[in-house]
Structure formats: C-alpha cells, structure tokens
C-alpha cells in the first residue's frame, strides 16, 4: 500500500504540469521562454493563487486529480472572475502572449512535451510499474473496498497522464528539450 501511494504521488507531482497539443502551430524557442518567464513572474501571485486553489470545490481531495492533458487551460477557465485573474493577464500580456487562453494552449503544449521526456530519461519503466501497483492495490486484503477504490481513482488520473504524454508530437518534445533545465527550474522554485 506505501509503496502504492508513493507511486501515485511521485507521478503526481512529477506531472503536475502536463498537458495538451491543440494549437496548430509550431512551438518555437521565444514562445517556450516567454512561457518559463510568465510562470517565474507568476510566483508573485503564489498567494492569490493559493487562495483560489482553496476555493475551488474538491481542492485537497488526493483522489481528485486534475487533467493533466489541460491543466493550463482549465487553470485560466478557473481563474476567471478572480482578481488573481487581470494580474495574470498583464503578466502573459507582457511575455507576448494575445491572450490567457494562447498562454493556457501553449503551456498545456509546453508541459505535455516536457513530461514525455522526463519519462523517457528517468521513467522509461513507469506503465509496468503502474501495472505492478494497481495489482498491489487490487490484491491487498489490509485495504477496505473504498480505500482501494480512492487509489485506483488516483492511479487512474496519474495512467491517464502518462498516456496524455506519450501522445506528445515529436517536434514539441524537440522543441522542448533544450529547455528542460528551465522548466526544472521554474516549476521547483514555485513548489518550495
């Protein structure tokens, strides 16, 4: 069960930032940076931000895991009426962006890319391993049929993610890759 949960938590916070490639254009080097650059800016509204997550029906519920394969879009959808909401505008604003619902697009694009190669470096094994944990869950007689239930639920958002990157075109994990330190970076100053 540890081992379980572990699983489902490392694959959740490794693709907290995943996403998807609806935008018929090519990812190129100044759209990636403005993108890193509006989620450092961004930290400046790590308390708005914070606020709105608390708001949101369902937030803190492990099992409910977000789609990864959108999080930036349904993060501007989330966003709107909130006054976090024009502050974010000018900061996407001022990296080049037309508009949040662009930036929501090409972050989704951005994050979907990165995380097909962070699996493909550092988790070439994870689906055997999802496999491997769903048994353990599904097989132990210590867990109630609801907490088993909640895993698999969690498991399933965290299966669903890595499907979501395998899909991630070629030319945007190419795109991407030089800038994988980047993202390494932005994301991990905003989690500390």
Partial sequence: MIRARSLCLTVAFSLLFATSGAAADRLTDEKIRAFINT?????TLEGDLDQLNEEQPGSGNP???PDFSTIF???VNKMRGHEAYDRMEDIVEDNGFDSMEEWGATGDRVFRAWMAIE???QHPQMSLE???????INNNPNLSEAQKEQMRSMMGGASAAIESARQAPEADKQAVRPHAQALRSATQSGME
Avoid: G, I
């Fill in 73 to 75: 879009s349904d993060s």
């Fill in 130 to 136: 999802m496999a491997a944990a769903m048994d353990e």
């Fill in 63 to 65: 099992s409910d895991m």
């Fill in 39 to 43: 989620l450092e800016q961004a930290e």
């Fill in 119 to 121: 699996m493909e470096s």
